[in-house]
């Protein structure tokens, strides 16, 4: 079985400071680990993704995720956000070799105030 | 590359009537398609794995008579939404995985069709 949780439903920042996004997984094999975004009234983009190998993935936009087994997180980071950058934001694990699914997490939506 | 299209983008349908729901890979075979439905301001949930020349397995609580999934070829999956009532009204989102082995390959997903029965 596995789950995602993702820490606060809405996250605030100023143009041009630190984004962070929480997400902690639960999976009972090594997971696949994915962030999307998603605008309004359209479907999901790739962001990033955790397979194997380098814990710190680097994704499109300037984001990046750093896959920490021990805190069993995948946190989703930006140095600087842009206005352009707000939208909903969905971890997803996948690892469960019978289910090729995602389960997602229940998002958060980032708003980036001027 | 991985470009998933879903048709139509919003329906307005009057209550009982079947609506379906085209998902296409455009530039690439996708074996296997996921059907996932997201209420207003919450995450997406998945209604059913296609499976190209097979029948799509349902997610537990998923009516298959009331949605009714066709994977007829490897670019092409339909969701049919029967005899549809206010509370089919949702966000439905296909999303497909390219041909080829290993969960690790990310999905791609359309950009969803809103489906509002009156």
Known sequence: AQSVTQLGSHVSVSEGALVLLRCNYSSSVPPYLFWYVQYPNQGLQLLLKYTTGATLVKGINGFEAEFKKSETSFHLTKPSAHMSDAAEYFCAVSGDTGRRALTFGSGTRLQVQP | ?118
Not at chain 2, 32 to 39: I, L
Not at chain 2, 55 to 76: C, M, P, R, W
Not at chain 2, 86 to 107: H, L, M, N, T, W
């Open chain 2, 1 to 118: 590359g991985a470009v998933v299209s879903q048709h139509p983008s919003w329906v307005i349908c009057k209550s009982g009537t079947s609506v379906k729901i085209e998902c296409r890979s455009l530039d690439f075979q996708a074996t296997t398609m996921f059907w996932y439905r997201q209420f207003p301001k919450q995450s997406l949930m998945l209604m059913a794995t296609s499976n190209e020349g097979s029948k799509a397995t349902y997610e537990q609580g998923v009516e298959k008579d009331k949605f009714l999934i066709n994977h007829a070829s490897l670019t092409l999956s339909t969701l049919t939404v029967t005899s549809a009532h206010p509370e089919d009204s949702s966000f439905y989102i296909c999303s497909a995985r390219k041909r080829g082995v290993g969960v690790s390959r990310p999905q791609h997903f359309g950009d969803g069709t809103r489906l509002s029965i009156l």
